[in-house]
């Protein structure tokens, strides 16, 4: 056993908050009798894919007329496209192309490991830096949700090969495929509770993994609106 992965199993022997929305967050520890996060299955799978639905076409409506703002405004700013694709892993590991307005400078891609966005990140537009601390630019992956990418509430998507300490995810902990079994989110556990932006060091990874495991196995409709709700009071922590 790695170093990383006895970390995580000592974090995992702590007790379990006895709410999953507690503040600051505990170290998760799955139940005894129930080694492995379920994924949603039946009837409240049915239930919150149809919740997804609704509230992203009502979300896209409604912000019509910012979103068309925010796209000219791209546009006038700096040359590319309005809108960035990137490759992400979603339900089962299966890639999706995630969708969001394009916040930085539209340049080559350059070879070897993925460059996480940080503070003060030179790469950022003028209007990509409005877009990034209101989370504005998010919000195109409502579209990603209807296709049945994505959900409004999740673990985050990650994209294939992001490194943290110079290891890539999937290499830290033999845990870390164990949160592809829901669709990914929009928001989650994780980044209400503080673990949003840039993971750098695997033990913010590790944290993250802590929430996003705890999410899977004690989902309900009530959390998945309690992380909604809260996601809002927390669009500007973390965001850059």
């Known amino acids: 056993m790695s170093p990383i992965d006895s970390h995580h199993s000592m974090l995992r022997q702590a007790p379990l908050a006895t709410s999953a929305m507690a503040w600051p967050p505990p170290p998760f520890r799955l139940p005894l009798h129930h080694p492995r996060p379920t994924p949603l299955q039946g009837w409240p799978a049915a239930v919150k894919r149809g919740i997804d639905i609704a509230v992203a076409l009502l979300a896209l409506v409604t912000h019509l007329l910012p979103l068309l703002a925010a796209a000219i405004a791209i546009k006038l700013d700096s040359p ?6 990137q490759r992400r ?3 089962h590991g299966r890639p999706f192309a995630l969708v969001k307005f394009r916040t930085m400078h539209d340049r080559p891609a350059t070879e070897g490991r993925l460059h996480q966005t940080c503070p ?3 790469r950022v537009t003028r209007i990509g830096a409005v877009l990034r601390r209101t989370s504005f630019d998010e919000l195109p992956q409502l579209w990603n949700v209807l296709r049945g990418d994505m959900s409004l509430v999740g673990p985050r998507p990650h994209a294939p090969g992001t490194c943290a300490g110079g290891i890539p995810f999937e290499q830290i902990t033999d845990r870390y495929p164990l949160r592809h079994r829901v669709r990914p989110g929009m928001t ?3 980044q209400v509770r503080g673990w949003r932006g840039q993971t750098d060091t695997q033990e913010k990874l ?3 993994l802590d929430c996003d495991l705890e999410y899977i196995a004690s989902w309900s409709l009530w959390m998945d609106c309690l992380i909604l709700l809260r996601t809002v009071a927390t669009l500007w922590r973390n965001a850059y």
Not at 80 to 85: A, D, S, T, Y
Request: hydrophobic share 45%.
């Open 188 to 190: 989650g556990l994780a």
């Open 80 to 85: 590319g496209p309005v809108l960035f694709r």
């Open 120 to 122: 003060h990140d030179p």
């Open 206 to 208: 590790l944290r993250r």
């Open 89 to 91: 892993i979603g339900l």
